[in-house]
């Protein structure tokens, strides 16, 4: 078989002005936004419609049949490309963030989707990206420039259809994994759900009754927490009691439970109060968010955001990180906790909330525990205010609602937590590598269906 190697533009046109025929402006089109274009798949939802007058400026043209590709950063790392079909009327208007092919005669547009998701050709295409951090694109020249191998046009679509088999196989085994993804976190929610219901271990409570012994009881524990917490008072001003807890939506807890705001069980800090941003620099101290935790539940420090030194002193001054903190999300990914590990090596970011539990009210690790339960999910999602991203004030984190039960059912509860949670996460690491796998392979198989070394099993032979 002959393989003719092309430019691009000489069997695509890049980014067509408009459609092949015209049309009035009352006509409706398919408005297809960025978040319409799936990762990796291919496919783009084209169900909303606007009127073309409304989209015919500011917006990229495009119809069924091209080739959309995002050029900016990071979604065109993301794999968001795909063949439009499906459009209404066979048009579209679409984000300027899409480069737009329109394959002449002798290309396959499938074809030209599986060879722009080829492992090569992204490589090529981010090195090539321009602009300012956070802006980078894929100039057109990248395109015009780029060689394309063009088989005949009945082996480009056995090729395709060997890809789509092969693919096909794999997204059965990825939607599987992700079933499985699903499951794991719906069990490690109910966990979490039945420790902070009093239903996973037995209470204190039922222990003592059964042995017929006295116990402390949460009240008594935050009785003691408060005569503490007034006798140590140092701080400016006159002492005042905790404002009183708004029960009224809470659910009701086990005998020997009890209820108080979290900034009674530990030190909660604002690691930046005017939530500037540092400036970047090349070699500094990580800058730790919520972003930078990896499935393992260690924190990715290589990859963060790098600050100077000068931010990181200034950070030490305001806190000392010691083990069984942990930050929570307070602007963006509300609520997601993440423990701080060994070496403390980094400053936090000012989208997160620093909690220093107190060894005095809550064993390690089970304030973490509450956070993550779904009730106190449910509280976060309750008190964050929406405006263009979700955030929970300080404040809100210090008056949080938090159930209180006896030192020791904590301990018994955060054992058996730690002894499940840990089977979950072997099982989600697992299902990780599986899915790192998968990945590998679809780049490995359109490396081979446009390096010719695909073997199609339709009958056609190898190519």
Known sequence: ?????????????LNPRGFDSEIDNDSLVSFVPMKAVEEESGRLDARQTKRWGEVRKGYT??????????????????????LASGLHGGRAAGSTEFHVFRPKPELNPKYLLWFLFSPEVRREAKRSMRGAAGQLRVPPIFFQDLDIPVPPLDYQEQIVAEIEKQFTRLDAGVALLKRVQTALKRYR?????????????????????????????????????????????NAKGRYKEPKTLDRTDLPALPAGWTYCPMELLAEIVDP???????????DGVPYIGIGDARVDGNIDVLNARKVGRKVFEEHQQRYQLRDGDFIVGKIGTVGKAVRLKQPFDYALSANVVLIQPSPMSTRHGFLQILIESPETQRQFSKGSRATTQAAFGIQKFRQLPTALPPLMEQTRIVAEVERRLSVVEEFQKAVSECLQRSAQLRQAILQQAFSGRLAITNGAGNL
């Open 189 to 233: 929610a109910t966990v979490l759900k039945a420790a902070c219901e009093g239903r996973l271990v037995p209470t204190e409570a039922e222990l003592a009754r059964q042995e017929n012994r006295t116990y402390e009881t949460g009240e008594q524990l935050l009785q003691r927490i408060l005569k503490d917490r007034r006798e140590k008072w």
């Open 272 to 282: 930046q109060p005017s939530h500037r941003t540092p400036a970047e620099v090349p």
């Open 1 to 13: 078989m002959i393989t003719a190697l092309k430019r691009l533009a000489e069997v695509a046109q």
């Open 61 to 82: 043209p495009f119809q069924d049949g091209d080739v959309v590709f995002a050029k900016i950063t990071p979604c065109m790392e993301n794999g968001k490309y795909a």
